[in-house]
């Protein structure tokens, strides 16, 4: 029995960014306005972290997440912390390429709003930008699968272990 063209396309492999947005952002001078004063070099730490959570069949929300602190010795200059989220609608896509969609390519859609939304909440807290640097998320996701042992371990990004 051969498939017609409706259910051709039903079976059709579906990766669609349905909406971005920024999920959180917080910014902090403990130490203000004294600090602002200093005229040091600060040194910055940043750290960042990536999510993916189900959401609905099919449909999956993917963040990527921000720390940045600037210190002037052991006291914060500031500290920014955001959240760039994305909803990715996910369907008829075999698990091994879902994983690398939702490891590497989902991040890699969200990653410039937040690197955008961070450096203007600096600029506007009176700060020169901090402009985060490019991640390459594929040797991002290719190490966290080979710490977890990628041949012993179960898919990182299944609902199942993601809950």
Known sequence: MSA???????????????????KDMSLEQPNSPQILLEQAQPSVDVQMHV???PVAEGIFEVSVGATITARIQD??????????????????VPQDHADLLLGI???????????????????????????LAEINF??????QRAQQGAAAAPSILTPETLN
């Open 138 to 143: 594929q040797a991002m996701y290719e190490q």
């Open 105 to 131: 390519a989902c991040p890699q859609t969200v990653y410039p709003y937040l690197r955008a939304n961070l450096a203007d909440a600096i600029t506007r807290a009176g700060f020169p930008p901090v402009h």
């Open 4 to 22: 017609t063209p409706d259910s051709a396309q039903a079976d059709a492999p579906v990766f669609v960014l349905q909406r971005c947005y920024l």
């Open 51 to 53: 999510e993916a959570t």
């Open 75 to 92: 006291r914060v200059l500031f500290l920014v912390e955001g959240k760039q989220a994305g909803i990715f609608e996910m369907r008829n």
